[in-house]
């Protein structure tokens, strides 16, 4: 099992639509998670961070964090075909690793 | 410059070769990472600094793979007779200090595409 799961997609919404987009992690001990969007042929970057139980709104995104169901979400509202691209969800393992441990992504296309 | 910078930006060698990748961190991060993404997978960690030690080496995934950093600053990948499977986007990402609290997210360059023939 990978520790970091999500959903390879396509997910595919209308523009104006909410986005949802989910990861689930093995490891209890983790404490911070992080998403990415990638654009293709482009380096990641972050767009939300969270690492307190429950809901962390930034602009149209909002991250969620459930550590006892052990997974993380992150909601776009109001999406944008411009939001289009794969979202990357990361951990940092309490496993005396520092480095981000990365999900495979999910591919988001926003319908115009 | 204010981000993560990479060199070089493409690379392109033959089976057997040596390369050598580099990444200069944001400025005053102390703590540098190198990832590699192989087409339409996720990013697997390789290499973790904090100042000049490296902590974690984990990931490299033989012992062709090595790095380098001096300075605190600057760090240098090497790729000893490159194999076809090295082929890849290698990233490097900087942080203020090392991952694990919330406001210490990775920042990342835009990558080296090595291709090898």
């Known amino acids: 099992q990978k520790e970091v799961e999500q959903n390879s997609g396509p997910l595919s919404v209308p523009e104006g639509a909410i986005a949802s987009l989910n990861c689930t992690y093995s490891?209890?001990?983790?404490?911070?998670f992080f998403w990415y969007r990638q654009y293709s042929g482009k380096s990641p970057e972050l767009i939300m961070f969270?690492?307190?139980?429950g809901d962390k709104e930034d602009g149209r995104f909002t991250a969620q964090l459930n550590k006892a169901s052990q997974y993380v979400s992150l909601l776009i509202r109001d999406s944008q075909p411009s939001d289009s691209a794969t979202y990357l969800c990361?951990?940092?393992?309490?496993?005396?690793?520092?480095?981000?441990?990365f999900g495979s992504g999910t591919r988001l296309q926003v319908q115009p | 410059g204010a981000g993560v910078s990479q060199s070089p930006s493409n690379k392109v060698t033959e089976k057997g070769k040596d390369v050598e990748l580099r990444c200069d961190p944001i400025?005053?991060?102390?703590?540098l990472y190198w990832y590699r993404q192989s087409l339409g997978q996720g990013l697997e960690f390789l290499i973790y600094?904090?100042?000049?030690?490296?902590?974690?080496k984990s990931g490299l995934p033989s012992d062709r793979f090595s790095a380098e950093r001096t300075g605190g600053s600057v760090s240098t990948l090497t790729i000893q007779r490159t194999q076809q499977e090295d082929s890849a986007v290698y990233l490097c990402?900087?942080?203020?200090?090392?991952?694990?609290?919330?406001?210490?997210?990775?920042?990342f360059g835009d990558g080296t595409r090595l291709s090898i023939l």
């Open positions: 990402a900087s942080s203020l200090n090392a991952a694990g609290t919330g406001d210490q997210p990775q920042h």
């Open positions: 969270i690492y307190s139980n």
């Open positions: 990361a951990g940092a393992m309490d496993t005396g690793r520092r480095a981000l441990t």
């Open positions: 600094f904090q100042g000049n030690s490296a902590p974690d």
């Open positions: 400025s005053g991060h102390t703590a």
């Open positions: 490891d209890r001990g983790s404490q911070s």
